[in-house]
């Protein structure tokens, strides 16, 4: 698995043993008084995201002998950031002791020690000692794909007031092909104090999650860092509207993608309560091989009815309906080929609105609370990623509700009656719509005596 990472670029620094590679995640001069706690030096957990288990970590610094006057004894104190009012302590310790001479401290850190700074960074507080510089042992990254973003004059953010804009009309092409489990890594100076970077949604620009965006050290060396898309959710939203770079005392020089071998593209489906749900893509074709639900194409109709027909690979740009159990499920992409008659009509990534059906066009909406369609009689907007169907002839039976009939079996759209969960017998067979046997049923949807019946 790779890691995610935020590094000064620099040269690696000089080996400590023959075999471990460091690498710098800080420099500066950052100066530390008398145990003064504004003094100390405060690093995120982000400069960490890439340290080894068992590695070593090598601070440099000084002895501030001047200040120190007649105290002359210097002392450092390394901690976790992770502060629990009331403990004792109330930050985990990583090391401690006198600075003897200037030069470089050594660390060996234990894998709960490496843990602890991944998560929650660390703080070096001390007696007149001034630190220079950090570097951390790096485990193996796995190697991937990089293209550049964006890259050109430089955006000085300030406080909030610019930043790189990478969405919408402005949005790479890359992002829309983007995948889970890539990186978003942005090259950028910390200007002044209390530098923050954030990699936010442009619909409403704000940071997609936590941890998207990180707070940074001032230092005149430029800074990396990197957020790896972590699930379909939120890759949807990077690849429908794009990313904004924006923060505070930073200035942004480049935004990259990686793209590595374990990377994937799928969509998120959500399935209703009633357990059928319409669905459509704009781009992306859809493998449901071993998907946890069905897909289906409307492959005939009549008056009263609509025959759905499970198909595996689904184009892009192609209406379906979906069963399964309630919930939000993962649909990875695929190809295939699927040259079923369909019925179903896409509405994409944007919500369309259908107009009025006509004689020579009958347009039928999806109600995926009684899991039947019901004729567009006026203009009507349809939400982005459903579907509809349309006819050459009007299927609305004189009464009741159109059917749908799974070819592999079950139905749904049976008339519909409303009863209270006190109402409920032993009499007569219930079945979800699933088409399983349930013995009492509680809240939800059920099919009894041929009617689809919710119990309240």
Request: aromatic share 8%; hydrophobic share 40%; glycine share 8%.
């Amino acid at each position: 698995m790779k890691k995610i990472f935020t590094s000064l670029l620099l040269l690696m620094a000089a080996a400590v043993t023959a075999s471990a590679e460091m690498t710098t995640v800080w420099t500066g001069s950052h100066e530390i008084g008398n145990w003064a706690w504004d003094t100390r030096l405060e690093l995120p957990s982000s400069y960490f995201a890439n340290i080894a288990d068992g590695g070593q970590m090598v601070i440099t610094m000084s002895r501030n002998t001047e200040d120190a006057g007649d105290e002359q004894w210097f002392q450092y104190e390394i901690t976790a950031n992770d502060y629990v009012a009331g403990r004792d302590p109330e930050r985990t310790a990583i090391a401690s002791g006198d600075l003897e001479a200037d030069g470089d401290v050594t660390i060996t850190l234990t894998a709960e020690q490496a843990d602890l700074l991944r998560d929650y960074g660390m703080i070096v507080n001390g007696h007149y000692v001034t630190v220079t510089g950090i570097a951390v042992e790096s485990v193996e990254t796995e190697e991937g794909t990089t293209v550049t973003l964006w890259e050109g004059t430089p955006v000085a953010t300030g406080d909030w007031s610019d930043y790189v804009n990478l969405s919408y009309d402005d949005k790479p092409a890359a992002l829309a092909s983007a995948k889970v489990g890539d990186l978003i890594t942005v090259t950028c100076t910390a200007t002044g104090d209390d530098g923050h970077l954030q990699i936010a949604n442009p619909d409403g620009w704000v940071a997609f999650d936590i941890n998207s965006s990180t707070d940074l050290a001032a230092s005149d060396m430029a800074q990396t860092f990197s957020y790896e898309i972590p699930d379909v959710a939120t890759l949807e939203l990077i690849q429908l509207n794009g990313i904004l770079v924006r923060g505070r005392n930073i200035t942004v020089s480049k935004v990259e993608l990686t793209t590595y071998p374990d990377s994937y593209d799928a969509v998120t489906i959500t399935i209703g309560e009633a357990g059928v749900a319409t669905y459509s893509n704009s781009t992306k074709n859809l493998d449901f091989t071993g998907a946890a639900i069905k897909a289906y194409y409307a492959t005939a109709v009549e008056t009263g009815k609509v025959t759905l027909s499970p198909v595996t690979y689904v184009p892009a740009y192609t209406g379906i309906v979906v069963k399964g159990e309630p919930g939000t499920y993962e649909v990875p992409t695929g190809e295939g080929e699927n040259n079923a008659a369909n019925y179903l009509k896409a509405i994409g990534d944007w919500a369309q609105t259908v107009q009025a059906s006509t004689a020579d066009a009958y347009d039928y909406i999806f109600d995926e609370t009684a899991a039947t369609f019901s004729l567009v009689t006026v203009a009507t907007e349809i939400p982005a990623r459903k579907a509809y169907l349309e006819t050459s002839l009007d299927i609305t039976p004189a009464t009741g509700n159109i059917v749908l009939d799974f070819t592999d079996g079950g139905s749904a759209g049976i008339d519909e009656v409303e009863t209270d969960a006190g109402a409920v017998t032993g009499d007569g067979a219930w079945y979800n719509l699933q088409g399983m046997r349930v013995a009492r049923p509680a809240h939800g949807i059920y099919i009894h005596n041929g009617k689809k019946v919710m119990i309240k």
